[in-house]
């Protein structure tokens, strides 16, 4: 760690960092923990040109703890997972230099700034100083590889192309133009991450006067599989937002609604309209959402995301019912976010790598659905995790409600696989008699309906049942009357195309 270099005029340092100790004192704060001289540095100035920052994180945990504290917790206490921490981070509170001066031989983005070596993006490598654990885990996920997946499958990336592609009209057609790099990181980007690279360096002015910092790409980017300057993928601050990096805000399903809504990944839609959602939108001001662990029926008393997904779960007795993990798929044995039929999850966070029978960079067969096995977890895998799973609802519910739900469920899945084989059947019908062309699938009309069957429609159903019901999106909303109406319309649609054909129009 580099030392405190007086590049700001002492007097003025000094000054500012007085303001800040007397709002800490005014707001009746217990006794923090140290700082370092970089990290006051930094408060000196940013608690007056950027005072937002700074009192979101004195709300945080790295203000209010050091890492030598947090490691003497019991292990079920713990919300660090390094069982040594750094000598020069031990023994004062997590602040702006020491998230933000990490790994500089590896960040492209670190620059001088005030006398200090200073990285823009805090990346997951740089958490990882603390939180090794939790890094690994979500390393290989499909999260931090989220842009990847959809920018690198040349499937995925045409339909990411097509849709946000501008669209112009020359002799009469519909044609479109690639979309910008803006467009694309407002939209789908927005959630799957985009790549964000240093150009060089700029000049901004400030509040403060000019100052040179790195010019970045795709730049401010929260992505959840976003490129950092330094290699790495994803982002810790997708779910635990900066400066808080609040366990709360993770466990909120509010979180998640920011990416998982309708009409493709209709989670929060559905969860709202739930039992499950009820129970929260009723309860939530009495639960605990801090508490390491979570106690089932003490802290909280219906799940969230963070329940059945990822979160340390115990009963009042301490017994552990579920192990944190930052693998969002640790608990999932099917993929119901259907592309385009459900299957078991895949084997690797990176599902470019998956091909099916046809060559398609898919994981089940177009025409049949079969699952490209090879590239997905096998049946005892799916087993494991399905339990995992269900451990969590009984800790609430009894086996034979349990067990009921999940068969429930199983049933869902085959019959909207079924209406989704045949829209793809209507597809390939219209492909074949050429009243759409199969160049890019996903730019006509009859194609568009298609994607609606395994996009919207049939996802909406399968998080319904999943969440444990949404009566009201399975039937009507988006569930059930628009996969059977759509396939309707996708056939008749057809058969008129077919006529105008004949005729030559």
């Excluded at 004192?25 to 217990?30: C, D, I, P, V």
């Excluded at 909280?300 to 995301?305: G, L, M, S, V």
């Excluded at 009309?445 to 298609?450: N, P, R, T």
Aim: charged share 25%; glycine share 6%.
């Amino acid at each position: 760690m580099k030392p405190f270099r007086k590049s700001i005029p002492v007097c003025i340092l000094l000054l500012l960092f007085a303001c800040f100790q007397e709002s800490l004192a005014e707001e009746g704060k217990r006794k923090r923990p140290p700082l370092s001289p970089q990290t006051q540095a930094c408060i000196g100035c940013h608690s007056r040109y950027t005072p937002g920052i700074v009192q979101d994180w004195l709300t945080s945990r790295h203000a209010k703890t050091t890492p030598a504290e947090a490691v003497k917790k019991p292990p079920l206490q713990r919300r660090i997972s390094v069982e040594t921490p750094p000598a020069e981070l031990a023994n004062h509170a997590v602040g702006c230099y020491e998230c933000h001066s990490r790994n500089p031989g590896n960040h492209r983005d670190n620059f001088d700034h005030m006398g200090f070596r200073i990285n823009v993006v805090v990346s997951p490598p740089d958490c990882s100083t603390c939180h090794p654990v939790e890094e690994k885990q979500y390393r290989g996920t499909k999260k931090p590889l989220a842009g990847k997946n959809l920018m690198e499958n040349p499937l995925y990336h045409t339909l990411v192309s097509t849709i946000n592609g501008v669209k112009e009209i020359r002799d009469g057609k519909i044609v479109t133009r690639p979309p910008s790099a803006t467009t694309l990181q407002e939209s789908c980007l927005g959630c799957h991450g985009s790549s964000v690279q240093v150009k060089g360096m700029k000049k901004i002015k400030t509040a403060m006067g000019e100052i040179t910092v790195p010019d970045l790409t795709n730049w401010p980017n929260q992505g959840v599989g976003r490129a950092n300057p330094d290699g790495s993928l994803g982002t810790c601050t997708a779910c635990h937002a900066r400066h808080s990096f609040s366990i709360e805000m993770a466990r909120s399903p509010y979180t998640c609604s920011q990416c998982h809504l309708e009409p493709d990944v209709p989670a929060w839609d559905v969860y709202k309209e739930s039992k499950h959602g009820n129970i929260f939108f009723s309860k939530q001001q009495e639960w605990n959402f801090s508490a390491v662990p979570w106690v089932v029926g003490r802290d909280f008393t219906a799940p969230t995301c963070a329940v059945c997904h990822n979160s340390l779960i115990v009963s009042p007795s301490g017994e552990v019912i579920a192990e944190r993990s930052h693998d969002f798929g640790a608990r999932l044995w099917v993929r119901i976010f259907g592309l385009i039929y459900t299957h078991a999850q895949p084997k690797s966070g990176d599902t470019t790598l998956i091909r099916n029978k046809e060559g398609l960079p898919l994981p089940t067969s177009l025409l049949t659905g079969e699952p490209a096995s090879e590239y997905l977890i096998d049946k005892g895998e799916q087993e494991r995790r399905r339990t995992m799973m269900e451990n969590v609802c009984k800790s609430c519910h009894n086996t034979d409600w349990v067990h009921s739900h999940f068969e429930k469920m199983n049933v869902t899945i085959k019959e909207t696989d079924a209406m989704v084989h045949a829209a793809t059947t209507l597809m390939e019908e219209a492909w074949k008699s050429r009243v759409e062309d199969r160049t890019n699938p996903f730019d006509e009309s009859i194609e568009e309906m298609w994607v609606k069957q395994w996009l919207f429609y049939a996802n909406v159903v399968r998080y319904a049942s999943a969440m444990t019901g949404a009566p009201d999106y399975i039937s009507f909303k988006l569930g059930w009357w628009e996969l059977t109406n759509n396939l309707r319309n996708m056939k008749d649609m057809i058969e008129m195309k077919k006529v105008l054909l004949k005729k030559g129009q």
